[in-house]
Structure formats: C-alpha cells, structure tokens
C-alpha cells in the first residue's frame, strides 16, 4: 500500500511538471517518450460516457454503506491519465481499463445500448449501483465482456427484462441486480411504474452457465413468472442468495437450505412462495437465513440446531407454527432472532436463554403462552427483546430488570401478574409494559432510567400516587402512557422542570384530581389525553404545538377562550365537563388543520359561532347537550369534509337546512330534540345525498308531509355493501379516535362512541308530519332502523317496506295509520322490535317468521286488530287457550318501554359485535349495553 501511494504521488509531481510553462518547451522533444497506463482509446470512450449524464447528488440518496456516495466522474479530465481517474482501476501491466465503480456516483441520464462503456472490453469489475438511469433497459451489451467477474446493477432504474445475455457471463462470480426503489421516490403506490422483469429463460440460462458465481442479488426484480424449481441447479459454489420481495410463486425447493457453500440466504417479503425447512439432515455453513413475511409453513425442526454458523435468523411474518424447538439453545453464535408474527405455541424454551450471543429477540404475536424461563445469566449481551402480544402469564423473571445492555423491554398484550421490579440497568431506551395485569405501584427506578424515550405502562392494575419529581430527570421522554390504571397525582405546585423532547401522553382512565404541571412547559407536547378523570378547575393554557388534546369526561370548568391560541390543532375533544359560556368565534378557524370538534355534554350557551374559515377542514362537528339556541349558520358548508354533524339536545331553531347537500361528505346529521320548525319542502330535483347513512329529526316541530325527494335522494342508504371484512368505524385513524353521535335506537337514546361505515338509520318521529307514509321509504334496502312515530301520519303501511330486508327495527306507533298490517313485512326476518300501537290498524297480525317473537305492547291501541298474541281472535277463530293465556298475560304485566342505558356501540345482534343488545322472545325488549370508551394515542 505504502509503495503504491509513493508510485501515485510521482505521478502526480510528473503531472504538475509536464504541466508548468517553463518546462513545456524544454521536454516537448522528449514528452511522447514517457509512457501512459492507459490508452487514448479507453480515455476517450470514458470521457463521451461520462458526457451522456449530469451530475444530480439526489440520484444517488438512496446510496448505502459501504459506498461514498459523490460525483466521482467530476475527476474524470481530458489530458490527465484516466487510471488516475475515481473509479477507474487499470491492469498494472498492459493499462487495460479492467474496474470500473460508479456507484452512488449521482449520475442522472438515459443508458443507451451503444454506449461507449461496451468498448472498454477488458473489464472485469462493474459497478453502476445507486444511480438513476431513468428506467433505460439493461442492453445486451452488458454480455459482452468476456472476462467479467463483478457486475452491480442495483438500485439505478434499469427496467424492462433483464436480457439473456446476462448469461454469457460465465466468469462472473459476483451478480447484482436487485431493483429496489425507496418508497419516498414513488409517489403512487397503486402504480409504481416501470419495474425490472426476470423471465424463466433468462434464469435457467444463469443457472445453467454461471457455474463460478458465488454472490447473487436479484432483489425486488418481477419473477412472477419464473417456476422457483429453476434454482434446483444453483452452483454449489454459492455463498450468497438473496431473492427479497421478488413476487415469487410456488413452492421453493428445499434443498437450496442445504446448499454446501451457502451461508447468506433470504427470501423475504415474496407472500405467494410457499415450501418448509427441511426436516432431517439439515446442515449447512448457513450465518444468515431470512425468509420473513414470506409464508413457509410447518414447523420449524429440530435440526435447524445444526446450524452452528448461523449468526441471524428472520422468519417473522411466515406461517409456522407448532413449538419453538429447544435446538434452537444450539446456535452458540446466534446474534439476533426473530420468530414474530407466527403461529407458535407451548412455552418459550429454556434452552434459548442459554444464547449468550443474542442481541435482538422478538417473539411477539404469537400464542406462547406458560412463564418466561428465569435463568439469572440469561443473555448478557441482550439489547432488545420483544414479547409482545402472546399469552405468557406470571411474574416476570429477575433477568428483565437486571441484562445490562438492554435498550428495549416490549411486553404489551400478554398476562403477566405480580409487581414491577425495580429496574438494575440504566439503558432502558423503550419500556413498553402496556396491557397486563401488573399491580402495585410504578417502580421508583423509573425515575433513574434517564434514557428512556418510551414509557408505556397503561392498561393495568398500577395504584398508588405518582410524585411529581418521578419524571423530573427523563429528558429524553418523547411518549408518556399511563393511561387505564387507578394512579393519583401528587398535589403539588411547584415544578420546577420540564420535559423538552416530550410529544405524547395519555394518563387517561386514572384518578387524577388535576392538571399534571409538568407537562405545561412542554413546549413540543403534540397529544395529550386526559380524559376519564376527575380534574377540576379550569382549562390551563395549551402547549403551542398541541394537535391533539382530548380532556372529556372530567369536571373542568369556566369558558375555553384560551383554545384560540392552540394553531395547530387537529382533534378537540371537551365533551362531558361543566365548562360554560359562549363558543368562542375563533372555533371556526382555529386551526387550518382541525378536523373533529367536540363539545358535548357541556353548559355552552349562545349561538353557534357563525363564521368557518374557507377550506375548512372539519369532518366531525359534535354541540350535543348544551344549551345552544338561535339558527344554523350557513357558513358551516365552507366545511367541505364534514361527515359527522351532531347538533341534538339543544334549543336551535329554524327551518331545516336545505342547504346541507352543499356537504358531500356528509354522513351523519342529527339535530333531535331542538326547537325547528316548519315544512321540509320537497324540490324537484335535490342534489343526492350520496352519503348520508344516518338522519335523527326527532323531537322537533317539523310538520307537513313526508319530504319524499330527499328520501328519494338518500343514495347512502340504499345500497351499502357489507364485504364480510372486519367492522370499521368512522375516525380518525392518525389519532385511533373515533367520532361518536347521539341518536335513538330501538326506541333507546344511545351514544353510540363508534360508529359503523355500515350502520344507518332513518328517525323522523315525534314531529308534526302528516299524510302518507311515501313508497319510496321502501328503496332504502341497506336501513338498518326506521323511526316514524309520534306524528300524525294517516294512509295505509306501504307495502314496500318489505323490501327493508336489513331492518332490524321498525316503530309507527302513535299516527293515524289505517288499513291492515301487509303481509310484506313477513320477508323482514331480521326484524327484532316491531312497534304500530296507537293506530287505526284493522285486520289480522301477519303470522310466522319474526312475527311470532312480537307481543302485546307491539299492537296495543289497534282495536281492530286481531289475532295472536293478541287475546282477540279474527273471524270464527278460536280464542287462545288457557295456558295461552296466563302467558301473555304475564308478559302484558311487563310495561312496554324502553330501558335508560349507558353509553354503547349501538348496532344490532345480528352483526355480532357493537352495542350486543337482544330482544328477548318474552316480556319486553332487554338491552345489554357494552361500555366503551377507549383511550386515544397517535399511531
């Protein structure tokens, strides 16, 4: 090395010499004698390649380690030996340009088939990885160099096929071709443009005639195509494989696992490849085998313990299953493992914790369940270690607290019982014990883990009062969570520190009787949830980067003027508190970014604020109980993304607002129990609203009939598709909050704290309509609850509710409603309370289906109905007998009504999952009601 140095020094002397004025005269005679490694030839076709490009440093800024990433053709000048050029590299004897390392180089340009790189015959090293050659197609010039060992096309924008060529390179023993594009460079991810292919010939043709090849890289090259038994011919001098995100298909061989040179094998991200490990006589000199999110099934064997090279072990994400095997303790060298997002099962082995070399462990998603082994000399070199979401109960082994290397501790979602130890290592950096069932009170060692940047301890039994100086030295803090436990709050009111790096908190569902005042001088807090506790006073000023603040169901007071100053809000939540006052006029354009507002349940008084800010990005708008009274202000259609509108339980008035198809977002509008009044005129032609699912009148003084063109136009209620996936609810999902609204249903006012995308419902009742009840009603076939009662509607029941096949309730009680009950409703076999009291109605009750589950108090008020349940009979009909008799009379002494519930999902039994009530066959509707009030954290 020292030698060659001394060699490019006198050169570079010779250079400046032949270089300097007074010397070219004196040595022109004699210049041509003095010998150049490389010829004019070579120079040349350099120099014209390098003009094909400009130089841009953002070709290159997915450039990774080792390589430099710099414009190393800037060197590359006429006049100046080009075996002096960066990236060059000549055969010492002949000059021959024999290496060329352009990667991470910033080149930016077409590669053209002729290019004058194919004249540089004698190469045997090429480099062009981390450029971007603008999706130019790999030439099959690429093929003609002979003596090629080393070729890297990786990471430069190639695309199209990768031309069989490529197989003429029979010396190579180094391939890389991957096409790997980061995901900041494509910016749609349904069409990510042009890729690079692999076709089956092309690869038998590799196989069959690179018989020296030791490395090969073809990650994220389309083989769709390709038959994975193409590999059955590796050479077995292969050191290295790896096929990542390759969009394989089939089952891939398993005897490539045994290879006899093989040590670097991955097969990640390909989720259409199936195959297993093999069973016995598994031995290879394999150091790393990755095969994640690729879904090889089986069990892992036993004699992957045979695998004493292997130093790192990825297969999270796949599909195995059965038990960890307890070989596993074998692999002596084994440096990281991760085996998450399985289906393994039994208990952890105790073997592993004899893996003195492991730094990284992650077990996490699967069903492990049993004790976590406890050997005091468990993994001294241990880092990070992940055991979240699995089955595993008991207490915690002492080694937890005591591995002094340990950065990362993740054992959210499991059973774990017992205390918290107090934490010996001070490298804690994410300590995520989250959903257990951990008691006591938070180890006072917490307080010395000044690392720490995550502290999640929520969903537990954890008591006693926190002290204020517990977080005083953590600052480095980013994420508090201590939500959902029975923790008190010091009082105390001098802080005298803040936490700088402090973004995230949720100390929600606790007892804590006021503000925490150590967050106040967090100046980069963006979430903050309080909310579940028993805090008084008033609102303290926000911290000025606050996005999401959720305070509801505490005992604040006074007025929230303060709000107006918090710019960058995006989630509001004050509901069920006793603040007061009016709603500051800035509410409407507070934020640019604010996109659910919730003040329910407050004492706010006054008028709506009558001015939203143009572009305004409001989805959920929540008033609900307060004391709100003068018109609606028209400028709430400046919030175009408005879905959810709950306005109900004030003293609004006016007429309806016609104005509401100027929202296409719009899915929910209730404005119940107000004071509007007035027709709601039908226009000829209404703009549709396409999504509106949900629309609560109620207790108003709308009269007139039937505003038949809107029902007509409620297009979200005609035909929501229910594609069997799981349930999801309306929110937003930055923040996991959901919107919540307040309606009836079943006759039930609710708040249904999620709501379901499939959910809908229609309740006109308790106005002054009049007339008939529209045919119309009876397009509405995704309805899940129709709610006309309390009006004065008259006419017969349209035979076309039939067609409501969703319905789950139907309530036309207390109208002038005549004629027979149709024999249509019988198809309604999802119908679960049925009400027409207090009508006109005459004739027999349909008879079969869900009819039979319906009692007395569905018909009462009808004299002229007949038939069962009722106790009179139609026509020559027999009336019930005595046993009959005593048991609907048993019934009828239940009152019919309707049960006052807490706070629910509200949705119905049929779908299994939501507010789970259930109408009973005998006496009146029961209702279980499922709590729900779940804490919020940014994702």
């Known amino acids: 090395m020292r030698f060659y140095w001394l060699i490019l020094y006198q050169l570079l002397c010779l250079q400046f010499i032949l270089s300097a004025p007074s010397f070219r005269a004196t040595l022109s005679s004699s210049s041509s004698s003095i010998p150049h490694l490389c010829s004019h030839t070579q120079s040349s076709a350099l120099i014209h390649f390098k003009t094909h490009f400009s130089i841009n440093e953002t070709a290159s800024k997915d450039c990774e380690y080792p390589h430099k990433s710099y414009p190393k053709t800037n060197s590359w000048k006429k006049g100046l030996d080009c075996c002096l050029w960066d990236g060059v590299t000549c055969d010492n004897i002949t000059g021959q340009v024999i290496g060329l390392d352009l990667s991470c180089s910033w080149l930016s340009g077409t590669f053209t088939s002729n290019s004058t790189l194919f004249h540089l015959s004698h190469l045997q090293k090429l480099d062009l990885s981390f450029n971007d050659f603008r999706n130019s197609r790999i030439s099959p010039s690429f093929g003609r160099f002979p003596s090629l060992t080393h070729l890297d096309l990786s990471s430069s924008w190639f695309s199209g096929s990768v031309p069989c060529e490529i197989s003429y390179l029979s010396k190579l023993v180094s391939l890389h071709l991957s096409y790997r594009p980061s995901l900041d460079i494509i910016s749609d991810i349904e069409a990510p443009g042009p890729t690079l292919k692999l076709e089956t010939s092309t690869l038998k043709g590799i196989v069959r005639n690179l018989t020296k090849v030791r490395k090969v890289s073809l990650d994220g090259i389309d083989m769709s195509s390709v038959d994975p038994n193409s590999f059955i011919n590796l050479s077995a001098s292969l050191t290295s494989l790896s096929l990542v995100g390759c969009h394989l298909r089939g089952s891939f061989p398993d005897h490539i696992f ?95 914790t004899n893996l003195n070399e492991l730094g990284i462990l992650n077990l996490a998603s699967n069903q492990l369940e049993g004790s976590v ?95 204020l100086d517990m977080f005083s030295e953590l600052q480095s803090l980013q994420v ?27 100390l929600s569902s606790n007892i804590f009787h006021e503000f925490p005042k150590f967050l106040l001088g967090s100046k980069k807090l963006e979430s903050l949830d309080l909310h579940s506790n028993f805090i008084e006073g008033d609102l303290p000023v926000l ?10 169901n505490n005992s604040l007071s006074g007025n929230i003027s303060d709000v107006c100053n918090a710019k960058s809000l995006e989630i509001l939540d004050l509901s069920r508190n ?38 305004c990005a409001l989805e959920n708008l929540n008033l609900n109980n307060n004391h709100l009274e003068g018109p609606l202000t028209r400028s709430i259609t400046d919030c175009k993304h408005l879905q959810v509108v709950d306005l109900g339980n004030n003293k609004i008035n006016g007429t309806f607002p016609h104005w509401i198809h100027a929202l296409p977002e719009l899915q ?24 509106l699912r949900i629309l609560d009148l109620s207790h108003n003084n709308f009269f007139g009939a039937l505003p038949t063109s809107y029902i007509r136009s409620f297009k979200g209620m005609v035909n929501i598709v229910d594609n069997g996936k799981a349930a999801r609810y309306m929110g937003e999902r930055n923040y996991s909050y959901d919107y919540s609204v307040g309606i009836a249903v079943k006759g039930l006012e609710v708040e249904l704290v999620k709501i379901l995308t499939i959910f809908t419902s229609l309740d006109l009742s308790s106005n002054n309509f009049e007339g008939e009840i529209p045919r119309v009603m009876g397009e509405l076939g995704s309805l899940r609850g129709l709610n006309l009662s309390h009006n004065n509607l008259s006419g017969h029941i349209p035979p076309s509710l039939g067609n409501l096949a969703q319905l789950e309730w ?81 019934g009828s002494k239940l009152e019919f009504g309707w049960k006052v519930v807490a706070i629910g999902y509200g949705f119905g039994f049929v779908f299994g999952v939501a507010m789970g009530y259930v109408c009973l066959r005998t006496g009146k509707p029961k209702w279980f009601v499922t709590l729900f009030d779940a804490p919020r954290r940014p994702r």
Not at 668 to 691: A, E
Request: net charge negative.
């Open 668 to 691: 929910v509008l209730v404005l119940r129990s107000n004071k509007f009044q007035g027709p709601i005129r039908s226009t000829k032609s209404p703009r549709p609203l396409l999504k």
């Open 258 to 352: 045994n290879l006899p040179n093989i040590q670097f094998l991955t097969l990640d991200e390909n989720p259409n490849l199936t195959g297993q490990f093999p069973k016995s006589n598994w031995t290879s000199p394999l150091e790393v085998l990755d095969a994640s999110m690729t879904p090889l099934s089986g069990e892992l064997p036993e004699s992957l313990g045979n695998l004493k090279s292997l130093q790192g072990l990825g297969l999270f994400g796949c599909n195995l299953s059965g038990p960890i095997p307890a070989s596993l303790g074998n692999l002596s060298q084994l440096r990281f493992l991760f085996l998450s997002w399985n289906h393994f099962s039994g208990e952890i082995p105790s073997s592993i």
């Open 373 to 467: 082994p406890d050997n005091p000399n468990a993994f001294p070199n241990l880092g990070s270690l992940d055991l979240s979401d699995n089955l595993l109960s008991g207490r915690t082994p002492s080694w937890f607290y005591t591995i002094p290397s340990l950065t990362t501790l993740d054992l959210e979602n499991n059973q774990f019982t017992g205390h918290i130890d107090e934490f010996q290592n001070r490298c804690l950096e994410i300590l995520s014990l989250n959903n257990n069932s951990f008691h006591g009170p938070i180890p006072s060692s917490i307080s010395e883990l000044v690392n720490l940047t995550i502290l999640d301890l929520s969903s537990n039994e954890l008591n006693g009062t926190i002290s």
């Open 543 to 552: 911290p000025p980067n606050i996005r999401f603040l959720s305070v509801s």
């Open 810 to 890: 139907l309530d036309l009680s207390s109208n002038k409603l005549g004629g027979q009950i149709p024999m249509e409703l019988l198809d309604l076999t999802f119908l679960s309370c049925f009400n027409v009291s207090y009508n006109q109605l005459v004739g027999p009750i349909p008879q079969g289906n869900q009819f039979s589950t319906f009692e007395n108090g569905s018909y009462q008020g009808n004299e002229g109905l007949c038939g069962v349940p009722l106790s009179r009979g139609c026509n020559n009909e027999s009336p019930p007998e005595p046993w009959m008799k005593a048991h609907k009379d048993e």
């Open 480 to 506: 508090l969570y201590l939500s959902s436990n029975t923790l008190s709050l010091c009082s105390n009111n001098t802080v005298s520190y803040v936490l700088p790096n402090l973004k995230f908190v949720d």
């Open 578 to 615: 006793n603040l007061s006052g009016l709603i500051p006029q800035c509410i409407g354009s507070i934020s640019p970014n604010l996109t659910s507002l919730n003040l329910k349940m407050n004492k706010f008084h006054g008028t709506i604020p009558s001015t939203f800010a143009k572009g």
